[in-house]
């Protein structure tokens, strides 16, 4: 069994998440720059069998997609042409930046941490995955 990798993808950078072969855990993995993601995930998928991705799908309380969601679809054409045989899926991503943030509260780190928007988005798409894991029980 391959593992499932997660993205919040952002314009700027975007997090990471894996979970582990049998895919029960979902771990934060890294934040990468958005200009360098491609390049990452090739050499990532040469080190480690993923047999799907998840992309985060941003929409608006009224149910809109978000304005990055034109970058996110141009992505996703890019990554299929290149990784034809990983499956994409999508997965809602409301509020998980203020989960996020939250954990980080609630986990005790310090303002100065808090304030890593890097770490933000890495926990950002390790709760995008775990939803995706528990959605798929």
């Not at 582990?20 to 390049?39: K, N, R, W, Y």
């Not at 809109?64 to 042409?81: G, H, L, N, P, R």
């Not at 045989?85 to 980080?104: C, G, H, L, Y």
Request: negative net charge; glycine residues 6%.
């Amino acid at each position: 069994m391959g593992r499932i990798l997660a993205l919040d993808y952002g314009t700027v950078r975007t997090g990471i998440a894996v979970t582990d072969e049998l895919q029960i855990i979902a771990s934060g993995l890294t934040t990468v720059e958005t200009d360098h993601l491609m390049a990452f995930l090739e050499n990532y998928f040469q080190e480690e069998d993923v047999e799907e991705v998840i992309i985060g799908e941003p929409k608006r309380m009224s149910n809109d997609a978000s304005t990055v969601e034109t970058d996110i679809q141009s992505f996703i054409q890019s990554f299929q042409k290149k990784f034809p045989n990983i499956p994409v899926q999508r997965m809602d991503e409301r509020f998980t930046s203020k989960m996020a943030f939250q954990t980080m509260i609630d986990g005790g780190l310090k303002r100065k941490k808090r304030k890593d928007k890097g770490l933000v988005d890495k926990i950002s798409a390790t709760i995008i995955l775990q939803s995706y894991l528990y959605y798929q029980k």
